[in-house]
Each structure stands twice: as C-alpha cells, then as structure tokens.
C-alpha cells in the first residue's frame, strides 16, 4: 500500500467487543428484541452489502450514483473542498468515485467506518489509483464520539447510501448534531436519503436472498464473538414497510420456539414461533423534514438534487 495511505482505530478492540455485548445484552432483553445494524458489517456481511448495491431491485445505489454523476462538479464548485470526509464508506464505490473525480483542489480523503475489511479495500485500491492522493481511514463508529485527523480546508462530510435512515430520529438528531461539531462554519454536508414512495417498490429492495443473507449474518457474527448457538435456519428474513415510522423494517422471524444460549453474557434468549428480532430500520425520507432535521442541528440546506424518477435525493447544507 502507499505511504500515503494511513489506517487509524479510532475504538480500541477491546471496546468494539464491550460495545456488542452491551448492545446484544440490551437488545435481546428487551420487547420487542432488537439488534443495531452495525454489527451486519464483518468481512463477509460487508461483502454481502456490495453484492446488494448490485441487485436491479436495490435502486438506492443505482439512483444515488445518478445524482452524483450528474452534480458532483457543482459540489464541488459550491465547497471547493479539500478534505473529503466519507462516514460509513464501505468499500470504495462508483459513488464516491465521482466526488473524488470532481473535487479538483482535494488533500485529503478520510473514509470512516466500522468495516476494518471495508477501509483496507479502498486503501488498497486507492494507493494504486491515486497515489498523490492523502488517504487517512479511520476504524470508529460515526454515532460515537470521535475526531478527525487534522486536515486542510474546507471540509466536506459526506454520508451517503442513506445510512442515515438506519439511525432512530432520537439516534439521527445527536448523529446530525456530532456531524456539525465536526465541522467549521462554511464546512459542508453530503447527504444522501431515500425518499417515501410506493410500497411495493420500497419492500421489494429488502427483500431477495441475498438480503436474507445479510441479514442472518448478523446472528452469525454474535454467535462466533459470543459464543452463541443461533441456528440461522430457524429464522425466516422479512422485510415490512411501516407507514407510521416511514421506514423499511428487516427482521428475522423465529420459525419455532427456540432457546438460544450466549455462553459469553452467560444469557439465555427464549424466542417463541413467530416471534421477531428487529435487525434494521430504513427511514424513508421528504425534503421539509430533512431540512427541518438538518436546520435543528446547524446546518443550513442549500441545494436538492433528486434522479430523474425522483426515487433518491442528495442534499448538500452549510454548517452556520
Ligand atoms: C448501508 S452501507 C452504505 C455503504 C456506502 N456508503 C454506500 O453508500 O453504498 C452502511 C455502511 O456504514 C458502515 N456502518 C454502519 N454503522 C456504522 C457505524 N455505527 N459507524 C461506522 N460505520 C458504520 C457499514 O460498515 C457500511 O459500510
């Protein structure tokens, strides 16, 4: 790899063990019983969601990519940045490929994620593509407290793939207000969100095999760094829409009544049949609560920019 790719944990090993044990101890001890989403993204889960972006069912990415195709040298004119932060980066995509092609003054790169696999990836590609390129990855988790290497300015934030939607609105409000502390006034946000639209559209992107499979694998992460024996076959993957919330639900659906053991939090989960784990929400999103969203917290939207089907938006705001 390049010298100028650097790999930085910003969370001690240690402490991403502690924090899926208090979360799986919370989660599964609650009603109904719920897991956070991070915890999907090991190596093979990363790899599963790369294989999802690829699906003709899962449009986000297809119609994220249109937008930045279509605007990222306006992005790039309207920051002139030169440090590109990316939060839950992934492996590197088309997607921020087009920011990176378009921001003409850009030093520095700091792809963030929990993915260690994921940020090595785009290291490796990276130092081969554009050596010139300071390339700083940080393993951290972007709804903890953390800081960025010191970098040049104006920054841009971006956070793409509505991941945002993954966020509770509890979760989402002191996620946006951590983002405008990382920022100085004049600074900018990227921010991608799905928006609300027919349902069988939006359920029809969650709900395919591959989807089943990443979904499982969050059980298979808890069951080889906890010690537990969850069976994946003795769950059924289901995708809902919840029109109440506005979001996407993935759950899996205990097919008999089980007993789970997890040796590790010396735990045992009585799941009865039919009974749901809620693996992930998708909040599905509209323009005024965006900006609403985005005003409570310091940021100021300037610009909207959606694909031609109006299926995703792009929104870049200025931190005040
Ligand atoms: C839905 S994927 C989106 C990936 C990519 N940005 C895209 O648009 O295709 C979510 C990404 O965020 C990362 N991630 C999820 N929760 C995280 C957290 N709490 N902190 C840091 N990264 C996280 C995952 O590892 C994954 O790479």
Known sequence: ???????????????TYAALRRDVLAGLTHSPKTLPPKWFYDAVGSELFTRITELPSYYPTAAERACLAAHSTEIASATGARTLVELGSGSLS???RHLLDALPDLHTYIPVDVSESALTLTGQALSTERPQLSVHALIADFTADFTLPVSVGPRLV???????????????TAFLSGVRDLLDPGDALLLGTDLVKDESVLVAAYDDPTTSLFNKNVLAVVNRELGADFDTDAFDHVALWNPNSEWV???????????VKIPELDLTVHFTEGEDLRTEISAKFRRDGVRTELAAAGLDLTHWWTDPQARFALSLSVAR
Not at 2 to 13: I, N
Not at 249 to 259: K, N
Request: aromatic share 4%.
């Open 249 to 259: 639900e993935m759950r899996l659906r205990s097919r008999t009544d089980q007993t």
């Open 1 to 15: 790899m390049s010298p100028s790719f650097q790999l930085t944990r910003a969370v001690a090993p240690d402490s």
């Open 158 to 172: 971006a956070f793409l793939g509505s991941t945002i939607g993954n966020l509770l609105p509890v979760e989402r």
């Open 94 to 96: 088309t997607k921020s």
